[in-house]
């Protein structure tokens, strides 16, 4: 809904799909095989919520999917802070840090949006 113009959150929202991936690479090498693949799920999820929303059919259907994708992040943090919380499973700290920056991101794009009447 943007046209020609960066569009942060869509970049974010990639980033952070691969830097999930590379944890849950780690995560697989140390056998969290149930873990890692629902963290894998949740967190890309989150972007490919964000990138079907640009293409949205009006303005419900784009406030319907961010708040999609806003959900796939919640239960990435819940994965995320799982892991943090657990003993023998590597810090995931930095991602807990993106993964709320992406979900105030989206809080403020579907207040916004809301607003825009």
Request: net charge positive.
């Amino acid at each position: 809904m943007q046209g020609n113009k960066k569009n942060v959150v869509v970049e974010k929202s990639f980033d952070f799909a691969l830097e999930i991936i590379s944890y849950c690479e780690i995560l697989e090498e140390k056998r969290k095989y149930v873990i890692a693949r629902q963290l894998l799920k949740s967190g890309t999820s989150v972007g490919a919520n964000i990138r079907e929303a640009q293409n949205a059919e009006s303005k419900a259907d784009f406030i319907h999917k961010l708040k999609i994708s806003a959900k796939e992040a919640d239960e990435t943090e819940y994965w995320l802070l799982l892991c943090q919380e657990s003993k023998n499973y590597p810090n995931s700290e930095y991602l807990q840090a993106k993964c709320r920056e992406l979900i105030l991101i989206l809080s403020k794009i579907i207040s916004s949006t809301k607003r825009r009447g």
